[in-house]
């Protein structure tokens, strides 16, 4: 449990004093909580509810900070983190991906059997997921609840047409008695493109066509329906399209951004930019998201001039989206913290290694300290089980755990 008061800041170890093994993944604590604060805040003025995907840090204390400021419940990506989010006191959960195989089916149907106050919905596309859904529904006291998923041409899962949507809404409606279909669900973010604003509006406004027209039909099942969309980087538009849609039942809207929690300093800052550029309601949002994650790692090699090799690699960072690039050195023997320009990179990683050009004539030594920053967080987090929390002078004020482990929730492993 997140903990910054039990202890004055002098007796909090320092990673510039080396009390810590390094490589170490942190996040900075006031920045957490200013993001959480900012997107709530945005939430809160566009008139959506925030379901943070989980998936990005899988850890139960960010889960609950986000929760802490207001956030409706979480999203989850499969059984395994539903569950380990549920463990963790979750008690509203989206399932932003449909839910497949018996075993998935079943750790789910065994926490709504046990938990009569566990809200919990997941996405259907297609009439034979309905049918395993349905036959282990059965069982439950109460319809379990879906959303179908419409998706763009040439995008991920999902239907494309209202012709295919109305054909599944009706199916559920009269083939699937223990299935109670709740609303719709879309994922833009897929939509990639020089200028992807049209696109994602059309797509949007296809969204919100098929969604009247499922409920003029009555396929919907529930008095008040769940509309969701929006990951980290179109949220805004999803809260303007979908959050206009004119319909008879009153319905939720829920965006559902995941790396806003730790934001970076790549992708995620640049989008964070282009949001702050075309939306006005953005603009009015005090403050800015802030990035938290740094990744700390020593000098341990100096082979060439202009050339260092730091004790990080591809186990530690994310890389897919950009290389970790130096903000901070310090060095131990002068005690010297120094801000880094662009003329520091890091230009390959290994394994276990990062090549890092800087320029010839900066002082470098072998077990200096360089903080470095990231892009895409989520290929971040899951390398790092255990992570510092740490305050503004890079103190440790606490470890938190991210729970990214796949462990199969079923009892036993033969047949009785």
Same mark, same amino acid.
């Given at each position: ?87 963790? %006191? ?10 497949? &195989? =018996?075993?998935?089916? +079943?750790?789910?149907?065994? @926490? #709504? ?117 929006? %990951? ?10 979908? &959050? =206009?849609?004119?319909? +008879?039942?009153?319905?939720? @809207? #829920? ?162």
């Amino acid at each position: 449990m997140i903990s910054t008061e039990t202890q004055t800041c002098e007796s909090y170890k320092s990673l510039l004093k080396e009390d810590f093994c390094l490589p170490l993944m942190t996040l900075n604590h006031s920045a957490l909580i200013n993001n959480c604060r900012w997107m709530q805040d945005y939430a809160d003025a566009a008139n959506v509810k925030l379901a943070p995907h989980g998936k990005t840090s899988m850890c139960p204390e960010l889960f609950k900070m986000q929760l802490d400021h207001g956030a409706w419940g979480m999203t989850l990506a499969n059984s395994y983190q539903v569950k380990i989010a549920y463990d963790c %006191g979750v008690r509203k959960i989206l399932m932003a991906n449909q839910l497949v &195989g =018996k075993g998935n089916i +079943q750790t789910i149907i065994q @926490l #709504l059997r046990n938990d009569s106050e566990f809200e919990f919905c997941c996405l259907v596309d297609n009439q034979d997921n309905v049918d395993q859904l349905n036959q282990q529904a059965a069982e439950l006291n109460s319809p379990l609840q879906v959303l179908i998923e419409i998706a763009p041409a040439h995008g991920r899962a999902g239907l494309r047409s209202s012709k295919e949507v109305i054909e599944l809404a009706q199916y559920i409606k009269y083939s699937a008695p223990y299935i109670q279909l709740a609303g719709i669900e879309c994922y833009e973010g897929v939509i990639h493109s020089c200028d992807p604003i049209p696109d994602v509006d059309k797509f949007l406004h296809h969204v919100a066509k098929i969604t009247a027209r499922v409920e003029e039909l009555g396929l919907f099942d529930v008095e008040q329906l769940i509309l969701s969309g929006g %990951g980290t980087v179109f949220f805004d538009r999803v809260a303007e399209i979908l &959050g =206009k849609i004119k319909l +008879q039942s009153p319905y939720e @809207l #829920l965006i559902r951004p995941g790396c806003y929690i730790s934001h970076d300093s790549g992708i995620y800052g640049e989008f964070q930019n282009q949001l702050k550029a075309r939306d006005p309601l953005a603009r009015t949002i005090a403050g800015d998201l802030e990035s938290a994650i740094e990744i700390f790692t020593y000098v341990q090699s100096l082979p060439e001039p202009g050339l260092a090799i730091l004790n990080i690699g591809k186990r530690d960072v994310s890389f897919d989206s950009g290389l970790p690039f130096p903000k901070e050195l310090f060095s131990p023997s002068t005690e010297k913290l120094s801000e880094l320009n662009e003329n520091w990179q890091i230009t390959d990683l290994n394994d276990q290694h990062a090549f890092m050009n800087f320029p010839k004539e900066s002082t470098v030594k072998v077990g200096d300290i360089i903080c470095c920053r990231i892009s895409h967080p989520c290929l971040t987090f899951d390398k790092w089980p255990q992570i510092a929390l740490i305050n503004d002078d890079y103190q440790v004020i606490d470890f938190i755990e991210s729970r990214f482990e796949k462990i199969n929730h079923l009892n036993g492993v033969h047949n009785d």
